[in-house]
């Protein structure tokens, strides 16, 4: 956070205040559990909760200033700025603490994978004085939670941009600015709203306008057909990356996968050296790439880019391998799904090669038009996989269930059930210490109820 305090804040904001303390503010926050000393604590008003309800507790945790949009009983020495809208007041205050700071934005968007790829590049930029946005804060209050840790001397800012509908990412790039974008893909989640993958790259292309001059766009060649027609509106470079040996643009070869991690020889340019990865899936070896032409550009050295990747671990529930009490092991991936992902995670589950492979794959939401497609598809890619038995969860899952019955997998191995209790007993019945459990689906499925069960 800038050196600064709730008056230096509301003055520059053109905010109302009322001064008890000039005591320098630490950190930002929406949270009164996230509180710590010196915090600015901003009291949301919400559905089911009203933060102006947790200034007391805010403050005993150390909180210096608070922004409410009511009259309120204010512990004494705690310092007031007044806004009618607490979102809109953080998201000013982001746009301001981007305008003061030096930083290297970095944004990360695209259909799958946003996540990852930040981790991926947090890790590279770990030696460096870098912000990186947590876990997968990346809407209009966790983008601008980010920005605000950013200090004077932070030297990158990576961040990550999710988007529903179409003026969101643009929405977004007017608070950060990114110098730096990468688009991980265009895939099939968000069709319910946007329709096709045509008005899903229109929406994900809305951050090349913002790209300067001196900035890049690292973009993924096999979505090249449709983001071909908003190439013209990026002023910075266009770098391209693939995990195929291609004369244009950045590609992977001698890739070695195992479920343990990967490995694989970037070239690009000039450059050409070893990566190591402890995270495992083909998936991940293209979100890499992306995040290491960003760190070449960014002026890194090749020894800091492979020690950086070769650390990194990735947000909770991704592909987070655990063991059970019975000596199973599980893939916890349930944080999220949609076609594209299920198939890297599902090729992590094939390299258990002397396991019994058990794949748990509830509904995909959001795919719209490619709803029953992406779900079939899912079906048979775990039957390529060599899944020894699959539990297809929840009522659209019976695509899935269907897809992998008709490439081939035998009946009495594909089991559909209506919920996760289901899914949990049957999996109680066939699992021993040499299975190995995939749990994956759409996070309103909350399949990590699965794996807390079979946990034990």
Same mark, same amino acid.
């Given at each position: 956070?800038?050196?600064?305090?709730?008056?230096?804040?509301?003055?520059?904001?053109? #905010?109302?205040?009322?001064?008890?303390?000039?005591?320098?503010?630490?950190?930002?926050?929406?949270?009164?559990?996230?509180?710590?000393?010196?915090?600015?604590?901003?009291?949301?008003?919400?559905?089911?909760?009203?933060?102006?309800?947790?200034?007391?507790?805010?403050?005993?945790?150390?909180?210096?200033?608070?922004?409410?949009?009511?009259?309120?009983?204010?512990?004494?020495?705690?310092?007031?700025?007044?806004?009618?809208?607490?979102?809109?007041?953080?998201?000013?205050?982001? *746009?301001?603490?981007?305008?003061?700071?030096?930083?290297?934005?970095?944004?990360?968007?695209?259909?799958?994978?946003?996540?990852?790829?930040?981790?991926?590049?947090?890790?590279?930029?770990? /030696?460096?004085?870098?912000?990186?946005?947590?876990?997968?804060?990346?809407?209009?209050? +966790?983008?601008?939670?980010?920005?605000?840790?950013?200090?004077?001397?932070?030297?990158?800012?990576?961040? =990550?941009?999710?988007?529903?509908?179409?003026?969101?990412?643009?929405?977004?790039?007017?608070?950060?600015?990114?110098? #730096?974008?990468?688009?991980?893909?265009?895939?099939?989640?968000?069709?319910?709203?946007?329709?096709?993958?045509?008005?899903?790259?229109?929406?994900?292309?809305?951050?090349?306008?913002?790209?300067?001059?001196?900035?890049?766009?690292?973009?993924?060649?096999?979505?090249?057909?449709?983001? =071909?027609?908003?190439?013209?509106?990026?002023?910075?470079?266009?770098?391209?990356?693939?995990?195929?040996?291609?004369?244009?643009?950045?590609?992977?070869?001698?890739?070695?996968?195992?479920?343990?991690?990967?490995?694989?020889?970037?070239?690009?340019?000039?450059?050409?050296?070893?990566?190591?990865?402890?995270?495992?899936?083909?998936?991940?070896?293209?979100? /890499? @790439? *992306?995040?290491?032409?960003? *760190?070449?550009?960014?002026?890194?050295?090749?020894?800091?880019?492979?020690?950086?990747?070769?650390?990194?671990?990735?947000?909770?529930?991704?592909?987070?391998?655990?063991?059970?009490?019975?000596?199973?092991?599980?893939?916890?991936?349930? #944080?999220?799904?949609?076609?594209?992902?299920?198939?890297?995670?599902?090729?992590?589950?094939? @390299? $258990?090669?002397?396991?019994?492979?058990?794949?748990?794959?509830?509904?995909?939401?959001?795919?719209?038009?490619?709803?029953?497609?992406?779900?079939?598809?899912?079906?048979?890619?775990? #039957?390529?996989?060599?899944?020894? $038995?699959?539990?297809?969860?929840?009522?659209?899952?019976?695509?899935?269930?269907?897809?992998?019955?008709?490439?081939? @997998?035998?009946?009495?191995?594909?089991?559909?059930?209506?919920?996760?209790?289901?899914?949990?007993?049957?999996?109680?019945?066939?699992?021993?210490?040499?299975?190995?459990?995939?749990?994956?689906?759409?996070?309103?499925?909350?399949?990590?109820?699965?794996?807390?069960?079979?946990? +034990?």
């Amino acid at each position: 956070m800038l050196k600064v305090t709730a008056e230096d804040i509301a003055r520059a904001l053109g #905010y109302n205040y009322s001064v008890l303390n000039d005591k320098i503010i630490t950190s930002v926050t929406c949270d009164s559990r996230e509180v710590t000393e010196g915090s600015l604590f901003i009291a949301l008003a919400g559905e089911k909760t009203d933060g102006h309800n947790y200034i007391a507790k805010a403050y005993e945790n150390g909180a210096v200033a608070a922004v409410v949009s009511r009259e309120i009983a204010a512990p004494a020495n705690l310092a007031l700025i007044y806004a009618d809208d607490g979102v809109k007041f953080l998201q000013e205050l982001a *746009a301001w603490v981007r305008s003061k700071i030096k930083a290297e934005v970095i944004a990360v968007t695209g259909s799958y994978g946003k996540t990852s790829t930040k981790d991926l590049l947090g890790g590279i930029f770990s /030696a460096k004085n870098a912000c990186v946005s947590k876990g997968n804060n990346n809407n209009e209050i +966790g983008l601008p939670l980010t920005l605000c840790r950013a200090a004077e001397d932070t030297e990158a800012v990576i961040t =990550e941009m999710g988007m529903r509908g179409l003026g969101q990412i643009k929405f977004l790039c007017e608070i950060a600015r990114p110098k #730096y974008a990468i688009i991980t893909n265009i895939g099939t989640v968000h069709s319910e709203l946007l329709g096709s993958k045509e008005n899903i790259a229109k929406a994900k292309c809305e951050i090349l306008p913002f790209i300067p001059n001196d900035g890049a766009a690292v973009l993924n060649w096999q979505d090249k057909i449709f983001l =071909e027609p908003y190439l013209k509106d990026c002023k910075g470079e266009i770098i391209w990356y693939n995990c195929n040996d291609s004369k244009e643009g950045a590609c992977a070869l001698a890739r070695n996968l195992s479920s343990e991690g990967s490995s694989f020889i970037f070239k690009w340019q000039d450059y050409s050296f070893k990566i190591e990865l402890t995270v495992a899936g083909e998936h991940n070896i293209i979100n /890499a @790439m *992306a995040a290491i032409v960003v *760190a070449l550009k960014c002026g890194l050295a090749i020894d800091e880019i492979q020690s950086g990747l070769k650390n990194v671990g990735l947000s909770g529930m991704r592909l987070k391998t655990e063991q059970a009490k019975n000596g199973a092991l599980i893939i916890n991936d349930s #944080y999220n799904a949609n076609p594209e992902a299920m198939r890297g995670a599902l090729q992590v589950l094939s @390299m $258990y090669r002397e396991k019994k492979k058990i794949a748990v794959l509830g509904e995909m939401y959001e795919l719209g038009i490619y709803s029953k497609e992406g779900h079939e598809q899912t079906g048979k890619a775990a #039957y390529a996989a060599g899944c020894d $038995y699959l539990i297809a969860v929840g009522e659209m899952a019976r695509d899935i269930a269907g897809g992998a019955v008709q490439a081939g @997998m035998a009946q009495d191995k594909v089991t559909w059930v209506k919920d996760n209790k289901q899914a949990i007993s049957l999996l109680r019945q066939i699992t021993d210490e040499n299975s190995v459990i995939l749990v994956k689906a759409s996070r309103g499925m909350q399949m990590e109820e699965i794996v807390r069960e079979i946990m +034990g």
